[in-house]
């Protein structure tokens, strides 16, 4: 069975392509999807919808232009991966994780031991913790592999 993976969450190191890498590696049957990946792009989804005078407006239109591949990907995917990282606030994979939920998805959080106490809900939802990149290829490897 070939499995459909969502990577979601920060997009400031290679986590991403790390899990690719050791899924390759260890000849998992797996494919990948994510967010767009590209911060400017992201930003800039809406902007096919016309100009806004102000940021709110254009955000807004953005977010929602997203939010269909998102939503799309997320519905169509085996399992999802939510990284948190230490830089930046990743508010948009707490609500991949919450979307994960309520549409019954499951989902494996990535993140460090610093995040467990502003995590609790969105960690307390998901089927499991990791903190490093070879968790989750472990997970995968286990999760694809048996019979």
């Known amino acids: 069975m070939g499995w459909n993976i969502y990577l979601s969450g920060e997009i400031h190191t290679d986590w991403r392509d790390q899990i690719k890498t050791g899924c390759a590696q260890r000849g998992l049957s797996v494919s990948f999807s994510s967010a767009v990946t590209d911060h400017a792009a992201s930003d800039a989804a809406g902007d096919v919808l016309g100009d806004e005078d102000r940021p709110f407006w254009r955000d807004h239109k953005s977010a929602k232009v997203n939010a269909i591949r ?69 997970m995968l490897v286990y999760l694809t592999t048996q019979d």
Do not use: S
């Open 70 to 138: 998102t939503r799309t990907l997320i519905e169509k995917c085996d399992l999802a991966v939510v990284r948190f990282g230490d830089q930046y606030r990743q508010w948009n994979a707490a609500f991949d994780a919450g979307t994960c939920a309520a549409l019954g998805k499951p989902y494996i959080t990535l993140h460090d031991d610093t995040l467990i106490h502003p995590l609790k809900e969105v960690d307390a939802a998901a089927m499991a913790w990791a903190t490093d990149v070879e968790q989750v290829v472990d």
